[in-house]
């Protein structure tokens, strides 16, 4: 199969020349599109939402209605891996993903099964597929899941945005149990990402959100030895196309030069790193994406293109920039601040290259 018509994206993430900076944003598929918020509505329950092929691919495609993304991102959600393996995932309004059974027992653990995608995530590799067929080719589709620790992270403590006090205490205490865990994460999501390729995904991400969490030897020991080894059975190419890997850990500053050697094409930098110091600390090794603070959005037209500019001027001139937030954007974010945001790029980064 042929490339995309607009391939800036994928050849950006493999640091080839491109006329412009590349953009898209995390969750650009998201709540603070009014057009998601009643396709949600009609859905009923956001896993709903998540596990309709078809309501999958119109909201995946709904910003590509509105701007001139250079990628679009598969709709759906990081926990669907545990989902599959059992652990009652519900969405409780305003408090996030939770699990009715976490994992805190030793023989829930010794039990857990790698999850095959075909047999247990099959409507996900469907809304890949259909996804595919809806963009024409116009540009590329991403594919993504959680890291091995970030979705241990979730599967011990029961929800997100906890102090991590039961994962910790599993690390510290029974680190054979957490590496239990993170294993059998590990081959999910390796056949997980993989089953994502050979549906139609043009390049895969990795999100490691609560890497950040860890100390230094714990974060080398349990989140980066896991992502490697995701990084490592990958596939490199589909369809005579090479599949970059693109790695983000929140809060993962300190660890670039590692998570450099990681496997991955690109890594995904956060709002707290500086741009231009972290191209330079990575020298030629990998491609950059990133890194407007969120909050940025939540302004002006104006304040947004004058942010945007002093992100491009922080990468600076030459190719391997993927420009995008350096988190997700915010529900209450003004679309029209989203389109000045793709707009700037698009009209400042061509005199980078």
Known sequence: MPSPKNDTFLRALLRQPTPYTPVWIMRQAGRYLPEYNQTRKDA?????????????????????????????????????????MGLGLYFSDGEGPRFRR??????????????????????VMDAVSQIRKALANEVPLIGFAGSPYTLACYMIEGRGGTEFHEIKRMLY????????????????????????????????????????????????????????????????????????????????????????????????????????????RVGESVALQGNLD?????????????????VLASFGPGDGHVFNLGHGISRNTPPENVAALVDAVHAESPHYH
């Open 44 to 84: 009923g329950r956001f896993l709903d939402l998540c596990r309709n092929p078809h309501l999958a691919t119109e909201v995946t495609l709904q910003p590509l209605a509105r701007y001139p993304l250079d990628a679009a991102i598969l709709f759906s959600d990081i926990l669907t891996i545990p989902d599959a």
């Open 102 to 123: 976490p994992l805190r027992e030793e023989w829930e653990i010794r039990n857990l099964d790698v999850v095959d995608p075909y047999a247990h995530l099959r409507y």
């Open 173 to 280: 205490a029974r680190p054979d149990l957490l590496h239990k865990i993170l294993e059998v994460n590990a081959q999910s999501v390796i056949a997980y990402l993989n089953a994502q390729i050979e549906a139609g995904a043009q390049t895969v991400m990795i999100f490691d959100t609560w890497g950040g969490n860890l100390s230094d030897a714990a974060f080398r020991e349990f989140s980066l030895a896991y992502v490697e080894r995701v990084c490592d059975g990958l596939k490199r190419s589909n369809d005579g196309q090479t599949v970059p890997r693109i790695v983000f850990t929140k809060g993962g500053g300190q660890w670039l030069e590692a998570l450099a050697e990681s496997g991955a094409d690109a890594l995904g930098i956060d709002w707290s790193t500086n741009l231009g110091r972290a191209r330079e």
């Open 294 to 310: 969120p909050a940025v959005l939540l302004t002006t037209p104006e304040i947004v293109q004058s942010e945007v500019k002093k």
